[in-house]
């Protein structure tokens, strides 16, 4: 049975969803723009991570535009891929990218709409640090993961300080701003974008958000100076 958010994270989730709907056509661009293109690389390496079998099954939670979903097309010809998004914005934008021809469907990642132990991988791109309940987006991963399926996410991470701490700090709080306001017209969700790197979890603690949730073997790298992290875990067998 599906949980329930409060009227208070349903105010927040609109809210967020208001902002991807904004900033969709311009929200491939920014992304290249504000990485200086790694997170093409990075997604590469999530989808091999999600180490698809052969008659495997993937859902890419969050989709956005589909980035992921089409990556894993590419990776893993003949298998079955899915998108779910719950901006139906950015999933028209993404029907507009070049490439691979994505299966699109509207979801909440709260109250995903599909049966349990239904997929063999299930990953995520910037998904987690906007949901308005962590541990129930989680959960919902590990229900419809099948036992010994895959998690892997890409996220921000709240990097350590050090030497370059200035300078990410510079880039995130006023380049990307700038440039939001520059191609978008919306520097407000730049705004929120980087804000809610600042407050979302270390690598190490969505470990343990994990863990809670039931996944077993965690483990994860960083990237790009430690502001971002990929995750990646499995659904134990026995359960």
């Keep these: ?5 409060n009227p208070e994270q349903q105010l927040k989730s609109r809210s967020v969803q208001s902002m991807f709907s904004r900033i969709a056509p311009r929200y491939d661009l920014m992304n290249r723009l504000m990485t200086g293109g790694m997170d093409v690389r990075l997604r590469k390496i999530v989808i091999r991570q999600a180490q698809l079998p052969e008659d495997g099954k993937l859902l890419d939670l969050g989709a956005g ?3 992921l979903a089409q990556e894993a097309i590419l990776q893993y010809p ?3 891929i899915f998108a779910a998004d719950f901006t139906l914005a950015m999933m028209q934008a993404g029907k507009k990218r070049p ?3 994505v299966d699109f469907a509207a979801a909440d990642a709260l109250q995903i709409p599909y049966a349990a132990n239904s997929f063999d991988a299930v990953v995520s ?3 987690l640090r906007n949901v308005v309940d962590l541990p129930m987006a989680l ?3 590990w229900r419809i993961l099948k036992p010994g399926g895959i998690f892997v996410s890409l996220d921000t991470t709240r990097p350590k300080r050090s030497f370059f701490s200035p300078f990410i700090k510079l880039h995130t709080h006023h380049v990307i701003p700038f440039l939001g306001k520059l191609l978008t017209g919306d520097r407000d969700a730049y705004v929120y974008l980087p804000t ?3 407050q979302f979890l270390t690598a190490e603690q969505l470990v343990v958000y994990l863990a809670h949730a039931g996944f077993k073997q965690i483990q994860y790298n960083r990237a790009m100076f430690n502001t971002v992290a990929i995750h990646w875990a499995i659904k134990p067998l026995d359960v």
């Design 1 to 5: 049975m599906n949980e329930q958010i």
């Design 125 to 127: 791109g910037f998904l």
């Design 78 to 80: 003949g298998r079955q």
């Design 196 to 198: 809610t790197t600042d």
């Design 139 to 141: 959960r919902e991963q």
């Design 65 to 67: 535009t589909g980035d």
């Design 99 to 101: 490439g691979p021809s």
